[in-house]
């Protein structure tokens, strides 16, 4: 052991005034008497009185020369010589991402606890003048300390740190953490188990890059696909596949769940560091809405729980009802059967409109006696109506323009579109000019009273728009702009830590997500879409678009790790490979200072508290009991 400030033991000096204090300190006591004629331990005073007595065993005394031996040593700041990675300024990058989670220590702790042991290690071998940072790595890199001298938040840094579900950047998180010093001896530690994915490929970093490797098995069988799909008049079907990263061959069994009810439970073998594929065709009835499956009952050691769960949702459960009010138009039938996600159904013009509500009308040269409250698309309507006001037919198409950047018209081409005739429509604000010409709007659509509404001006047989490829690009244009429509476009393949963009109803004024644990995200519709970005629980989600409380549309989606590099739960032991630059998993030995000053002053002030309880108790003078009592005690 050596001492930093070894002139700081000079206080120890201090214990020489302290035992000089107690042999010439005066010994007597005031005490209660019943009679004089114990005046006689006056004589016994003069002679306590006198200086230079020898010392007593006194517990007081030796209490507070103990004091005064730990506050000194404190003071002289006593260390001892460690191996040390840290000098100068050290970026240690903890990397948090899913695979950390496995639990193949030998004691059961997953690899991220032993990550962070190992970090605080680090953080205990800070020298004079030393810093550190510490960068919790995973999807988005995070500085939970930049560089500092003091082990204070570096400690508490790690006391609130966990590990994610997702994936890690490391090009981010060794940019950042090269970018946030200009020291010529900086040094980077990475501790993780060696799955850095694109970090491979980066240029040189500055510095020196350290590896400290955790992890010590490969043990693990993941689900690695699950979907559904419709057939043709048969049953859907469910497909899934489950992959071995492991050595060693597993057996387990796969068990199904539909709309959270036990189904079915199929026994597989996997072959070591292979996959095997199912193919169901009877598990799934034909209107279901969400599938779950989990692995159980593994035949050996599986580390890594997160990917032995996977759902899926199925898609068919989101399809839109449109009702086509036309006296015959081909073209019309014939897109509407290509639009997935679309169940058309032909009116009767003679029998007018059904009771039955849908989500979308096509009124094709015909109207109604009142408009219905669902979306309206209208095409070449022969009256005016309360959304609109017909004018004279114009014969002027000539220099079709068609507005930019607008969902509606993504994609759309009328450079090759002829069109003999159309009719002037006047609307009374709410909508936009989608597609015009010289005589006037071609196609208009808006917002009107919380309903959509579109309004294409001339007759489909008047042109050869429906011969043209612009035909399916505007219908699908418009069938996903009109509401309700799937609320987002992918309800499967969402990975863990995955922004989400939803496209909610024009009227919705709230999106509601509640998460497979329950959380529920309130999102406020202040844009066409909204961002949601906490997807980092595995699960069903429940997505609801909701105006003023109520429910207006909702759709489940699925977000599932499938992800190899995670899964793939081998430690890299030796070195790691970042671009050209080889990095060893050990380090030139350097000595570092272990200070232990802080524990000498803990416990100085833990004595010092039982000294001074034990001062006061002394000091309390004995009360004289009151004649009644010696009375009562003499009885």
């Known amino acids: 052991m050596s001492f930093l400030d070894p002139l700081a033991l000079l206080g120890g000096l201090i214990a020489i005034p302290i035992i000089l204090l107690y042999m010439l300190r005066l010994r007597r006591r005031e005490v209660l008497v019943s009679s004089t004629f114990l005046w006689q331990q006056l004589l016994e005073d003069k002679e306590a009185n006198t200086p230079w007595q020898r010392l007593r065993r006194n517990l007081l005394l030796l209490l507070q020369l103990i004091i005064v031996a730990l506050l000194v040593l404190a003071l002289a700041r006593p260390f001892v010589t460690v191996p040390s990675f840290t000098g100068g300024q050290t970026a240690v990058l903890i990397d948090a991402s899913a695979s950390m989670n496995a639990t193949d220590s030998e004691d059961g702790r997953t690899r991220f606890e032993l990550a962070v042991e190992q970090a605080r290690e680090l953080v205990g071998t800070l020298g004079i003048g030393d810093q550190m940072m510490i960068i919790r790595v995973g999807a988005v890199p995070q500085v939970l300390v930049p560089f500092t001298e003091s082990i204070v938040p570096l400690h508490e840094a790690l006391d609130g740190i966990e590990a994610g579900n997702d994936g890690a950047d490391w090009v981010s998180a060794l940019t950042l953490a090269a970018g946030s010093s200009d020291s010529p001896d900086l040094r980077i530690i990475i501790i993780s188990d060696g799955g850095i994915g694109e970090a491979a490929s980066l240029p040189p970093i500055p510095g020196e890059l350290v590896y400290l490797p955790v992890g010590i098995s490969d043990n693990n069988l993941a689900i690695t696909a699950l979907a559904t799909r419709e057939l043709q008049d048969r049953p859907p079907q469910l497909f899934a596949q489950v992959t071995n990263y492991g050595g060693q061959d597993v057996e387990a069994d796969i068990v199904l769940r539909i709309d959270g009810q036990l189904s079915a439970a199929e026994p597989i073998q996997v072959a070591a560091h292979s996959s095997v594929s199912l193919t169901l065709d009877d598990v799934l009835p034909p209107d279901f809405t969400t599938v779950e499956a989990t692995l159980v009952n593994f035949s050996n050691a599986d580390y890594l729980a997160l990917d032995n769960s996977a759902s899926a949702v199925h898609e068919g459960q989101t399809s839109r009802t449109v009702l086509v009010m036309t006296e015959g138009n081909l073209f019309l039938e014939q897109v509407l059967r290509s639009m997935p996600g679309i169940q058309a159904f032909q009116g009767n013009i003679e029998a007018g409109l059904p009771t039955r509500a849908f989500d979308l009308y096509i009124f094709d040269r015909w109207l109604p006696p009142a408009l219905p409250e669902g979306d309206i698309f209208f095409i070449n309507p022969p009256a005016t109506t309360p959304l609109f006001t017909v004018g004279d037919v114009v014969g002027n198409t000539q220099n079709i323009i068609i507005k930019p950047n607008d969902p509606r018209t993504a994609f759309l081409d009328f450079s090759d579109v002829n069109i003999l005739q159309f009719q002037q429509v006047q609307d009374s604000g709410w909508a936009d000019v989608l597609i015009s010409a010289d005589g006037g709007p071609l196609l208009l659509a808006g917002v009107e009273d919380g309903r959509q509404v579109a309004v294409l001006t001339f007759a489909l047989h008047e042109s050869d728009l429906p011969l043209r490829v612009a035909w399916p690009v505007l219908m699908a244009n418009l069938l996903q702009w009109f509401t309700p429509s799937n609320l987002i476009e992918t309800p499967n393949g969402l990975a863990i830590g995955q922004a989400l963009a939803i496209q909610p109803p024009v009227e919705a004024d709230t999106i509601q997500i ?81 200070e232990f000053w802080s524990y000498l002053a803990f416990f100085a002030l833990l004595i010092m508290l039982v000294e001074w309880y034990l001062h006061h108790r002394r000091l309390r003078l004995p009360v004289a009991p009151l004649p009644t009592e010696r009375k009562r005690a003499t009885t």
């Open 514 to 594: 509640i998460a497979p644990d329950d959380t529920v995200y309130n999102l406020p519709v202040e844009r066409e879409t909204v961002i949601f970005d906490e997807t980092f629980t595995a699960g069903i989600y429940q997505l609801r678009a909701m105006r003023a409380g109520e429910v207006l549309v909702e759709q489940p989606f699925s977000v599932n790790l499938f992800d190899e590099g995670e899964s793939n739960i081998a430690p890299v032991m030796s070195e790691l490979q970042i671009g050209e630059a080889t990095v060893e998993s050990t380090v030139e030995e350097e000595q570092g200072e272990l």
